[in-house]
């Protein structure tokens, strides 16, 4: 690819260069037509701490960014941009697709115009280019786990920005969990004050007992969640909460031990990774609390979608409960093994009864009603299982899109999910099952962090840089050939630099060949 012209991650649509450029100055102005503005002072917004360019309005701005509800075929998300070298149109049908061509348009720019400080002396050049861009995928996410390890909510103002960028529009905030409770509910404020601590941090591989005995605590106000949400929306990301359920649920249960098999036993918040035995009871004092919880968090998130988890309930519990056993048997249930999707049922029904969509983890989506969108993790045949029972579909593929998992077999790889890499041509790589011939719907895909193994900001930016442009590539576009892919991610990377993120690196990690002895003397 030429030195001149851009390398957009991910790849848009149809993208043709054309000769010349187009120059911001401080003379640019924008027009918008109806409903248009909010696009507009968004692109001012991201493009002033670095050029502290005014672009006002004006009806005679050559930036015009136009709302136009007959160009049907660019869907909720496309745009149309041209770039000549007089002026520059970026149009679309919904004020989503404007917000979209907004980020294409900072992409077009030199990388310093994603600083955050000022950068004098930088002509702000545009090459010309003709581009139709519409996204493969409606759903193009990537979940952080915040329970495990508390992020400020700074951080994830920060990477609603980077996912912007990317062209993802979902950022799933996996609130709950055995170690943490994060999302705070003025029913229950013991769930912050005892769920949001834990007294001792683990700072060993899964499985060991190695403690730093540091605690760790956090939770975010109501206004900072709904603050974060705004924010979100002005860029096209949804975000989606989870919370955990019926497993996972060892916090809540620390601050209300009522609602255990075991009322009255004293748990702590668990300080240990894996999967906890320790589990919710079955009874309606649970599911009402639940309904509570879930109604406050509704007010606070008005995203179609409402994550419930769902997995690794272990029933050990129940079946030793013999109100457990009572509650499957008044169920007609064939065991305390189906108490899970009995409970998972319930809660669903109460989302879909406010209008929402009840979303849960899911190997094959068995056990669950048709309503449920599933998170498929563990195969990709189970995607194809669950799409054949109906269920709308988010692969989630753990060998492709976890990025928990090292990226790398270099011996100085940061510590990472025990387990084979996950590197950057896998994610990269990875095909998404084919729903033509199914009764259900592949909605996309999206990549996870679970956060054992990344405390800090800088741990963070590490295990998901580069790897989720990646998946934003495949995810926008669809399939690219990897050395074209790899050739952008490259010049990408000087955007990724100017952006301050700490990623990993931008060159899969290929070991030394080996060398006979007589070559090694």
Known sequence: MPAHRPAPVPLPAHLSWRPGHFTLTRDTAVR?????????????TLLAPATALPLPPSPDGTVVLALDPQLRGLGEEGYGLTVGPDALLLRAAHLTGLLRGVQTIRQLLPPEALSRTPRR???????????????????????????????PVSLLRRHVDLLALHQLNVLHLHLTDDQGWRMPVAAYPRLTEVGGRRAESMVGPAGSTDFDGVPHQGFYTRAELTELVAY????????????????????ALAAHPELGNDPGRRLDVWTRWGVCDTVL???????????TVLDEVMEVFPSPHVHIGGDECPTTEWAASPAAR?????????????????FLGRIGAHLVGRGRIPTAWAETGEGLPPEFTVMTWRDPEHT??????????????????????????DPAEPQGQPGAVVDLRAVH??????????????????????????????????????????????????????SGFHDRLRAHGARLAALGVRHGPLDPYAPLPHRSRKEQS
Do not use: N
């Open 384 to 409: 194809r299982m669950a799409l054949k029972r109906g269920h709308r579909v988010i692969s989630c593929h753990h060998r492709a899109a976890y990025l928990d998992y090292a990226q790398s077999a």
């Open 32 to 44: 918008t037509s109806p409903g248009a503005g909010p696009a507009a002072d968004l692109l001012r």
């Open 232 to 251: 979100a929306a002005a860029r096209g990301v949804t975000v989606v909460p989870e919370l955990e359920m019926p497993g996972h649920a060892r916090a």
């Open 429 to 482: 790589g990875h095909e998404l099952p084919d729903d033509t011939e199914t009764s259900g719907a592949l909605l996309g895909v999206q990549a996870e962090l679970w956060t054992e193994f990344a405390a800090t900001a800088d741990q963070v930016d590490r295990l998901v840089f580069p790897r989720l442009c990646a998946l934003a590539d495949r995810a926008w576009h669809g399939p690219t050939p990897w």
């Open 281 to 291: 009871a079955v009874d309606d004092r649970v599911l009402d609390f639940w309904r």
């Open 121 to 151: 002396g930088t002509p702000w050049r545009l090459p010309c280019a003709e581009i139709t861009d519409v996204p493969r995928h409606a759903w193009r996410g990537f979940m952080l786990d915040v329970a495990r390890h508390f992020q």
């Open 326 to 342: 009572a509650r499957a048997a008044a169920e007609g249930l064939p065991d305390t093994d189906a108490l899970r999707g009995w």
